[in-house]
């Protein structure tokens, strides 16, 4: 696992480390990035997702905010076809949480797993 890990995950609201993982991928209402160094969370930010209101094709839209936020790893309960692969396409590691589960429990189980590989 490289040193520095940018995290985004799939989120109901604003609460950062205290928010929990959203039911959905492409309508979540926010993603929560976190900065990872040594294992140490350094930086936490929210956005907005900007496919929120989109009735269709949301999850690539989704992703294109990830992709330009440069994130490494994807953290959501599930996630469509098109959005997997545009995942898959820019080098993004998805990891599966159950939607409801907090925050920094997803972020150490994400790391825990990325340390396994």
């Not at 992703?63 to 098109?82: R, T, Y």
């Not at 820019?90 to 939607?99: D, E, P, R, V």
């Amino acid at each position: 696992m490289k040193k520095k890990l940018r995290i985004a995950v799939a989120t109901n609201g604003k609460k950062g480390l205290e928010d929990t993982v959203s039911e959905v991928f492409g309508r979540a209402n926010t993603f929560t990035i976190a900065d990872i160094e040594d294992g140490a969370i350094q930086i936490l930010r929210i956005i907005e997702n900007p496919a929120l209101s989109y009735e269709h094709g949301a999850g690539p839209i989704a992703v294109k905010e990830l992709v330009d936020s440069k994130v490494d790893l994807v953290i959501a309960p599930q996630l469509g076809h098109g959005a997997s692969s545009n995942l898959e396409h820019h080098s993004i590691t998805i990891n599966l949480a159950k939607g409801g589960t907090k925050v920094t429990q997803a972020i150490e189980d994400a790391l825990k797993e990325a340390l396994k590989k």
